[in-house]
Each structure stands twice: as structure tokens, then as C-alpha cells.
């Protein structure tokens, strides 16, 4: 095994808006070994994106404020960083790329000069080199005539193409680990594989860390070596993708699991199949966050909230009856109607 | 970009006619015969007869219109009876100061107002913010007239810092030239500071929560960069749309402030012209100006062009106003 | 213990109150300058209604015995400018012709500017075209020139002011107007009116005329508080209204030239153009966001 490269530990992440508190990323924790990919899953709200936003310290302040929890890089606690430290770190041995080409590439600089600029921020090159370095970038992103392309808007690119920059932005500066929130959400489908093969490409060839944020389970098979599912700012279940994939253990993931299929490939929606909607969390959820919408719930579900335990070596799961000792039965047709049991 | 200059200017022509038509239209509306009033009213019949024909009155008002138009593009205004001198020259004479007022008031209003407004979006909220929304509320509301009569009252008449009135020249010396700028700038920039703070805030408060601010901090840049270049560099379009409009209105606004302070410029020939009854440098000025204005609008549709690549001026409307 | 249908309602109860507080805090303090500005309005327009009740003298009564007195003197609240006039009643009295002026004014830019608007919209083609230009034409002059140039020929005046002013409004109204009736005109609505055979009128006057007041009131709004500094601007010139009429500008002209012997009568003309002005700014803000907050006006 390799060496540890991130360490996340019982993150808390909450939103003030007004006298409301939303506590978005509750508790969360993971650990990320170098040249390693993990996958972090679940609903839009789950706070999958915000832990991932968290560990650059690029939630918006105000309203979020990361709360409690530690999260290790290479042995150094990122959220004690002074705010010059964790420049360095940004960009440089951690990147980010976003969900949204189009928004995310600032509409009235050159691309040549957005890549040369995260160059430049942390490397002492002239110019000159800075440009090449960039040609270099957008050449190993697979764009077609990039000393041309230095020279144009991001909107005389098409999606894919922009993605691709993106990525070469967030690659110049050879990062250790690359933080990708939702990296083919806002692209068309034939050109979300080219995107994702890009980059399991360019993991096997810069030799980097990987997280993937997605609600997309088939991205997570494709990509990752582990993973991690959300539900309301919590971990519900963790392991290897090959362990979740054979035995998925937590209703929350068969629920994604039968969405993933009956959902047509086009619908971005495509989770939206479980009947009901996640919890607010801007008050105490008392029992198990899923309860509401869980068909397998029983009276201990409301009352108290399960711990993540291991059934199996290195597979998590946050459910009272999926413990060494029990086992839930899969129905087939559980999240077929609103069936969710509530008595 | 050529072709859309070309484009543009061409779409000028019809503009200025109808400019020229108006002005036109409206001397025409003069009561009695403008030669008469022009003359004042110890003028003799004679002269008045004579004065007639010089100007034209006694032709068919096609004719009128027809010479008037070809005087207009040869930069042919005549000459001015009060100020016995070429109008061209009068209003080139006074033309530069005019400029040199409205420059400086707008190099002010930039200066203070851009900053306060980028401050003001970045503490949403605080004390600072309140108070640049709040001044720059009283700014917008503000009669430049009377607040250029209360600085001539605290700063000329009181404290004895400032000149009240005039233009410096160079020749005495630097701060001759500044000091008598200073007020008159301080009076004409006041609304466009005010605009411009409040534009800058609200399009920051826009541009700050968008995506590629937060790649830019992803980045690792410096706080200063995301803030001044990405954020700001957007917020910059509806800025010029204001730019362009405020500086159109300094050259108005210069026609009350030039008055209080008695500034050399085209204003206060406007209204010199208009006591000394003589409306051929009133027509001229006022055309002068409206030619001003319409070339501005124009440059501030390049400049959106060179801020916001996305804007596509090869289509009809540019975007300009 | 509670069961959870309790609990389910107590959480829904805590969230609702949270989430009212909220909107009426912010509601609160968006109203506050509203309503700040509607008192100053409402206040502008008792004074001038009452005016001779709440002037303490005639506005026009000069009395050489008592020139330019200061503040409180001999009876007199803000003192006397230079013919021996009470300067606080030709204050009052001074409202009657900013009010006046700025509604006439405006109205009568509503009326043609909107109904040229409406007609260059609505027809749009080569009318539009016409339409467009003239008034592009008129918005070549810098807004005070326009005035200042009409007063020029037509001569000092109340009725004059409120022509020069409202022609100078017509150009803006009209593209507000023209503005908000190809958008409407865009609108399906519309085409299924016009498909099932209405006519012209109808059409304006039920769906594009209804849709358009709302802008209209907010552009109105602000267009009052240019009409008022118009005026004041146009006699401080000595192009507005006539003299010995009251008027904040020309008040404020006389003023310019006592500043030593009486600051008082060009501070206070002053002072009053400018918190009305505000207030009616702050009104018409409040109504924009009230309207509709993306209204860029």
C-alpha cells in the first residue's frame, strides 16, 4: 500500500442563512492514498460537493464555515493553514474542476492567459516558458492546434473543449490530487466517456489522486478504486467500488442503484427516482436520516441514528440492520411506487 | 471589427440629420423675426431688413433648410454679431475647456467611485457598505447646482482655500490650474461617482458568487487578482454602458456647473449666447454638442467590444446603449 | 415521548417561523427606505396643498426695511433674502412648483412618448424605424440642453417649463414603452389573440398596455425627481418660471449671489431640492424592487 496522502476526520460543514443553520457536511470522513480514486455519491444536497469544496477551503464565507474536523494533506492540517499556506496548496498540489465548463472559465480572458496565470502563480517562469508549459498543456488535454487555441475565448470553444481546459489548467502545476466536482454533469453524453477517459488517462500517466464527485454511479465504476455514498451530510456507506458494487449494503444505495437503472441515460435527474425528498437540515434529525424514505424502516430507525460499522473488512455501512449479526432482505420492487413504509 | 466601424458610422448619418432637424425646427419656432430679436430693440428697420437677408430669412424655408445643412457639413456657422468673431473659433476656443472639466470629473469619479463601489460588494452588509449606498443614494439626488454653490460657500467664501471662480492657466503655475479645477470637478463628478459606486456594487455582488471566481481562487491566486482581475474585468460592462451615458451627461451638467463657477467652456457660452439674445451661436453650440454625444455613444460601443469578447457588434445593435 | 407526526409538525413549525422571520426582516428594512421616501413625498405634497396655511407670510410681500436677515430674526423662521421676502414661505410655496412641474411634465412625457412607444412597437417596420430615429435624434442632446435650447424659444414661463421638460421626457418614455411592447408582442398569448382574428385596439388595450404599466410607473417615478431638478436647474439659469414666483431654483440663483451677507437662502433652496429628490429616488427603488427587482431601469 501507498502512502497516505489525505485524510479527512469527521468534517462538519454548516450554512447560516438568517436564524436558520444548515448543517450540511456532517461527520464525514475518508482517507485517500496516493495514485488512488474515490468516489463520493449521492443526491444533489447530500453535501457531497461541499466536502469536496471544503478541502481547499473554497466554501463561501459567509454563509458556509467549515465547523469542526480535520483534514490532512501529506501530514499537514489543511484547515490550520494560514490563508498564504493554503494558496500555495490550491492550484498547485491540489486542483479543482468544476461542473460547468461554460461558467467556470472566466468569459473575457484569453484561455491561453487563464493557463499561463496558474502557472505563473506557482512557478518562478518567465513568460515565455509559462506560454510553452501551457501549449504543452493543452496539447496533453488532446486539443487540436493549442498555439492557436491560446488566443481565443473560452466561448469559441464547444463544451468538451472547455472541459479539456479546464483540466489543463487544473493539471499544469503536476497537483498530487485532483478534486473533480462533478466534472461531465453539464456535458453531452457521447462526450462525457471522452472526458472521463481523459482523465483515467492522465491519472495513470501524471500519477495522481483522484476525487470524484458524481451522481452518477456508472461514473464511479468506471473511474474510481473506492467509494463513498452521501445522504444528508453523512457517510452511509463506504468501501472498495468492486465491494459496493458486488454487494451494495445500505437501502439509500439500492434505491440509487434501481434509479440508475429504470432512468433513462439522457436524464440529469437521474436519482430522482426514490420517492420522497432528502431531509432538511437546518434542524437536529433524530434517528437515521434516511428513515423517512426508507421502505425497510422500523421504529428504531426514527429514534436512534446508526453508527458507521464494518459487516465486512473495509466495507462501511450506516444501518441498524446491516450488522455483522443481520441482514436486510433486497426487495426488488421496494422504490417501485411511494410504498415507503410509515406507520 | 472594420467592418463594424464602418457600420457604425454609417448608421451615424441619419442621427445627425435628425439632429440637424431638430435644431432646425426648433430656431424656427422663435417668435417674431430672430434678426429683430437678435438685434435688440433699438435696432432700425433698415438694419433689421438687412440683417434678414443675411441670414436667410426671406428665402423659401426649403431653401433655408437646404443652406443651413450645407453650412452644417462645410463647418460653415457664420459669424457670431455679439462676439464679432467666427462661431467655429468661439466654440473651438471654448471646447477644450469643457473637455478638461468633464475629463476631470469623470477621471475623479472613477477613481473614488469604482474602488468605493468594489469595497462596498466585497463588505456586503457592514458599516462600509451602508455608507457607500447611502452617500451614493444622496449623490444620485444630488441639485450639482447648489452643491457647487455650498463648496464655493465652505471652501472659497469661508475657509479662503479655493478660488470660486475662473480657469487657471500654466502659465502661473501648476497649482493656479489645479486649484481652479478642483472645485468645478469636485460639483460635476459627484453624480457619476454615485452611479458609478452603485453600478460597480451591484455587478460585483454578481460577478463575486459566479463560477470562475471561485477557479480563480481554486487556482490559488491571490485574493487581490480574483477580486480586481476576474471579478472585476466583468462587472466592467455595465460600467461603460454608464460611463457612456454619464459623460454625455457631464457635458449637460457642465452648463450649470460652468455657470457657477464661471468656467471658460461651451456651457456658459450657451447661456452667454442666450442673454446676449444671440441664438445662431446657441443653434451651432448646442449642435456642437449633440455631435459630441453622438461620438461618444460610438467609442463606447468599441470599448465593449475590447472588454466583453462575447458581445458580437457585427450584428445590428452592438449592444450600445 | 413524542410520536413522530409531533415531531414531523414541530420541525415544520420551527422551519416556517425561521424562514417568515427572515423574509420580513428583509422586507422590513427594504420598506423602510420606501416608506421614508413616500413621507417625504406625502409631506411635499401636503405642503403644497396647504402651502398658505403653513407659509408664515406671503411669499411676495418684499419689505426693503427688512433685507437679509438671518435666521429667526424679527419673526422670520429662515430669515429674509434680498428684497425683505420670508425665505421659509417662498420655501412652501416654492413646492407648488416643483410638484407641478414634475407631475405635468412627466405626464405629458408619458402621454407621447408612450403613445409613440406603443406605435413604433407595435407596428414596427418602417414606422418603427421613423419613430426610432427622431427620437434617437432628440436623445443626442444632453437632457438640460434640450430644455435649455426650447426655453430659449419659447420663452420664461410655468407652461413653458412643464412643455420644454416633458418633450425632453418624451425620448425615454417612448423606449420604455417600445421596450416593453416587443417583449409582450413576443409572447404566445398574443399570437393566439391575434390568430383568432382581434383587432388592433383590443389588442393594445387589453394585453400590451397592462403589461407595460409597471415599468412605466417605476420610469415615471424617477422621472419626477428629473423633472424637479429640471426645473430647479432651468431657473437657476433664469429660463424656468417667471419671476417673483417662488421657485426653489431661482431661490436658489438670488441665493448664489448673497452667500456672504445670507448663506441661509441658497442652503435651504438647496437643501429642500435635495431631500425631495431623494425621497422620491427612494420611492421609486423601493417600487422597482417591489415590482420586479430585475427590472433594470
Redesign the interface.
Known amino acids: 500500500m501507498s502512502q497516505q496522502l489525505l485524510r479527512v476526520k469527521d468534517l462538519q460543514v454548516e450554512f447560516k ?4 443553520t444548515n448543517k450540511a457536511v456532517n461527520g464525514v470522513s475518508f482517507d485517500l492514498d496516493a495514485n488512488e480514486s474515490i468516489g463520493i455519491v449521492g443526491e444533489s444536497g447530500s453535501g457531497k460537493s461541499v466536502t469536496a469544496t471544503s478541502i481547499l477551503r473554497l466554501i463561501p464565507n459567509p454563509p458556509g464555515k467549515i465547523t469542526g474536523g480535520d483534514i490532512y494533506f501529506k501530514g499537514n492540517n489543511l484547515l490550520e493553514m494560514s490563508n498564504n499556506d493554503i494558496r500555495k496548496v490550491r492550484g498547485n498540489e491540489i486542483s479543482m474542476i468544476f461542473q460547468d465548463p461554460s461558467t467556470s472559465l472566466n468569459p473575457v480572458f484569453k484561455v491561453g492567459n487563464q493557463l499561463m496565470e496558474s502557472i505563473r502563480t506557482h512557478q518562478n517562469v518567465s513568460k515565455k516558458e509559462a506560454k510553452k508549459k501551457a501549449i504543452e498543456m493543452l496539447e496533453l488535454v488532446g486539443i487540436p492546434a493549442p498555439e492557436k487555441r491560446m488566443n481565443m475565448y473560452p466561448h469559441e470553444f464547444s463544451g468538451g473543449m472547455r472541459q479539456r481546459v479546464m483540466i489543463a489548467i487544473a493539471l499544469s502545476c503536476n497537483p498530487e490530487l485532483l478534486i473533480a466536482d462533478e466534472p461531465t454533469t453539464a456535458l453531452d453524453v457521447t462526450v462525457q466517456a471522452q472526458i472521463l477517459n481523459l482523465m483515467k488517462d492522465l491519472q495513470a500517466r501524471l500519477q495522481m489522486s483522484i476525487i470524484m464527485i458524481t451522481h452518477d454511479l456508472g461514473v464511479v465504476w468506471e473511474t474510481c478504486d473506492k467509494m463513498i455514498v452521501m445522504y444528508a451530510g453523512r457517510v452511509v456507506e463506504s468501501g472498495e467500488v468492486k465491494a459496493i458494487y458486488q454487494n451494495p449494503l445500505h437501502p439509500y444505495t439500492w434505491g440509487l442503484l434501481d434509479s440508475q437503472i429504470t432512468e433513462s441515460q439522457e436524464s440529469t435527474e437521474a436519482l430522482s427516482a426514490i420517492p420522497g425528498s432528502p431531509p ?1 437540515l ?2 437536529e434529525i ?1 434517528g437515521c436520516p434516511f428513515a423517512d424514505r426508507c421502505p425497510y424502516a422500523q421504529a428504531i430507525c ?1 429514534e436512534t441514528t446508526p453508527e458507521l460499522a464494518e459487516p465486512y473488512q473495509g466495507h462501511a455501512v450506516a444501518c441498524h440492520f446491516q450488522t455483522t449479526e443481520q441482514q436486510l432482505e433486497r426487495r426488488e420492487d421496494a422504490y417501485v411506487d411511494g410504498s415507503t413504509s ?1 406507520s | 471589427m472594420r467592418g463594424f466601424l464602418f457600420k457604425r458610422i454609417i448608421q451615424l448619418i ?6 440637424a ?3 432646425f425646427f ?2 424656427r ?3 417674431g423675426n430672430p434678426a429683430a430679436v437678435m438685434l435688440g430693440p433699438q435696432a432700425s428697420a433698415e438694419d433689421i431688413a438687412a440683417y434678414s437677408d443675411k441670414l436667410g430669412l426671406n428665402d423659401p424655408m426649403y431653401q433655408q433648410f437646404f443652406d443651413y445643412l450645407l453650412n452644417l457639413v462645410t463647418l460653415d456657422f457664420g459669424n457670431s454679431l455679439s462676439y464679432n468673431q467666427p462661431i467655429v473659433d468661439l466654440i473651438m476656443e471654448r471646447f477644450p475647456n469643457t473637455i478638461l472639466l468633464a475629463v476631470s470629473a469623470l477621471i475623479l469619479a472613477v477613481i473614488v467611485g469604482v474602488p468605493a463601489g468594489i469595497i462596498a460588494a466585497r463588505k456586503q452588509n457592514t458599516l462600509i457598505d451602508y455608507s457607500v449606498t447611502t452617500l451614493s ?2 449623490g ?4 450639482i ?3 457647487g ?2 463648496l ?2 465652505y471652501f472659497s ?1 469661508n475657509l479662503g482655500w479655493l478660488p470660486a471662480t475662473g480657469m487657471g492657466s500654466l502659465e502661473d503655475g501648476f497649482w493656479d490650474f489645479i486649484s481652479h479645477l478642483i472645485l468645478p470637478s469636485i460639483a460635476l463628478a459627484t453624480i457619476p461617482t454615485s452611479q458609478f459606486a452603485r453600478i460597480i456594487r451591484s455587478s460585483m455582488l454578481e460577478t463575486i458568487s459566479q463560477d470562475y471566481v471561485k477557479t480563480a481562487r481554486s487556482k490559488g491566486l491571490k485574493e487581490f487578482m480574483v477580486i480586481n482581475k476576474h471579478a472585476f474585468k466583468n462587472a466592467l460592462t455595465p460600467l461603460i454602458t454608464v460611463m457612456g451615458l454619464q459623460f ?2 457631464l ?3 457642465a ?2 456647473t460652468e ?2 463657477f464661471s468656467w471658460p467652456g461651451m456651457g456658459l457660452l ?2 452667454d449666447a ?1 442673454e446676449k439674445r444671440d ?1 445662431v451661436v ?1 443653434q451651432s453650440t ?1 449642435i456642437f ?3 459630441i ?2 461620438v461618444i455613444n460610438l467609442i463606447v460601443d468599441i470599448l465593449y467590444k475590447v472588454v466583453n469578447p462575447k458581445v458580437n457588434l457585427d450584428s445590428n445593435n452592438g449592444g450600445g446603449k | 415521548m413524542m410520536s ?1 407526526e409531533q ?1 414531523e409538525q414541530a ?1 415544520e413549525l ?2 416556517q417561523k ?2 417568515k ?2 423574509s420580513f ?1 428583509r422586507k422590513l428594512l427594504r420598506n423602510r427606505f420606501a416608506a421614508l421616501g413616500l413621507f417625504v413625498i406625502l409631506l411635499l405634497i401636503v405642503t403644497a396643498i396647504l402651502a398658505p396655511v403653513i407659509a408664515t407670510h406671503a411669499p411676495n410681500d418684499m419689505d426693503v426695511t427688512k433685507t437679509l436677515l438671518g435666521p429667526g430674526q424679527k419673526g422670520h423662521l429662515l430669515g429674509t433674502d434680498s428684497y425683505g421676502r420670508d425665505i421659509f414661505s417662498r420655501i412652501v410655496y416654492g413646492s407648488r412648483i416643483s410638484l407641478i412641474v414634475g407631475i405635468a411634465a412627466v405626464v405629458f412625457g408619458a402621454v407621447f412618448g408612450s403613445l409613440l412607444g406603443l406605435v413604433a412597437g407595435y407596428f414596427g417596420g418602417k414606422i418603427d424605424a421613423i419613430i426610432m ?2 427620437m ?3 436623445m ?6 434640450l430644455a ?3 426655453m ?4 420664461q414661463g410655468l407652461v413653458n417649463v412643464i412643455i420644454a421638460i416633458g418633450v425632453s421626457n418624451i425620448p425615454g418614455f417612448s423606449r420604455v414603452v417600445r421596450g416593453q411592447v416587443l417583449n409582450v408582442k413576443e409572447a404566445e398569448y398574443i399570437e393566439v389573440t391575434r390568430s383568432l382574428g382581434a383587432k388592433h385596439g383590443r389588442i393594445i388595450f387589453k394585453h400590451i398596455v397592462p403589461n407595460s404599466i409597471a415599468p412605466l410607473i417605476v420610469y415615471a417615478t424617477m422621472g419626477i ?1 428629473g423633472a424637479i ?1 429640471s426645473e ?2 432651468l431657473s ?2 433664469g ?1 424656468g418660471v417667471q419671476p417673483p414666483t417662488a421657485s426653489w ?1 431661482s431661490m ?1 440663483q438670488e ?2 449671489d448673497f ?2 451677507l445670507s ?1 441661509e437662502l ?2 435651504f ?3 429642500a ?2 431631500i425631495t ?2 425621497g422620491i ?2 420611492f421609486g ?1 423601493g417600487l422597482r424592487d417591489a415590482l420586479d427587482p430585475k427590472m433594470k431601469l
Open positions: 442563512s438568517g436564524s436558520i432538511d437546518s434542524y433524530k426514527y410509515r | 441619419p442621427t445627425l440629420f435628425i439632429v432637424v431638430i435644431v426648433i430656431t419656432m422663435l417668435p443614494l444622496i444620485v439626488s444630488m441639485p447646482f447648489w452643491l454653490v455650498m464655493v460657500l467664501v454625455s451627461a457635458l449637460g451638467g452648463v450649470l455657470t457657477i450657451i447661456i442666450i441664438f446657441v448646442v454638442v449633440a455631435v454625444y453622438v | 413522530m415531531v420541525r420551527q422551519y425561521a424562514k422571520e427572515q426582516r430615429r427622431f434617437d435624434g432628440m443626442a442632446f444632453p437632457f438640460i440642453l435649455i435650447t426650447l430659449t424659444v419659447l420663452g425627481a431638478i430647479a436647474s437657476f439659469l429660463l431654483g436658489l441665493g448664489k452667500l456672504v448663506p441658497a442652503t433652496s438647496g437643501l431640492i435635495l429628490v431623494l429616488n427612494l427603488d
